[in-house]
């Protein structure tokens, strides 16, 4: 798509949980800007806000806990340099001050996901400095 679209280049941000796909996005064409998206108990919740468990089963559950731990200390440690990504992709509950300049002083843009109300909004914009990606016009 961006071989045929080249605008793309200028405008647009490949995004993913997945650090496997952004390596070898950025290795089949690596001027095309990607970042890394990430939450908190990504393995083991469904989403935040309702707190489901993914798994039904104890023993996977648990198991989902511990690679919740490895993919945080990866993320945060490792994975977004060896990916070579422009930025990152972080839940809007996860944000702080000192987190967003962790990764600024690591030369990463931090992007906010997915504020949905206004005052959400205002708040990242106004104090946190961050762009977003939202699901609403308000």
């Known amino acids: 798509m961006f071989s045929k679209h080249r605008e793309l ?3 647009a941000v490949v995004a993913s949980f997945f ?3 952004i390596y070898q996005l950025r290795r089949v ?4 800007v990607t970042a890394l ?3 908190p108990h990504f393995m083991t919740l469904t989403d935040i806000p309702n707190g489901k468990p993914r798994h039904d089963s104890w023993w ?3 198991v989902a806990r511990i690679g919740d731990v490895v993919l945080e200390w990866s993320f945060h440690n490792l994975v977004w340099y060896l990916t070579g990504s422009s930025a990152v992709l972080i839940h809007k509950d996860y944000l702080s001050g000192e987190y967003v300049r962790m990764w600024r002083n690591r030369g990463l843009h931090v992007i906010a996901w997915t504020p949905n109300h206004r005052l959400e909004k205002e708040y990242l914009r106004k104090v946190l400095n961050v762009t ?3 699901d609403t016009l308000v």
């Open 9 to 11: 280049y200028q405008q």
């Open 19 to 21: 650090p496997s796909f």
């Open 29 to 32: 064409d690596p001027a095309i």
């Open 37 to 39: 998206t990430f939450r």
């Open 60 to 62: 996977r559950h648990q």
């Open 132 to 134: 977003s990606i939202t």
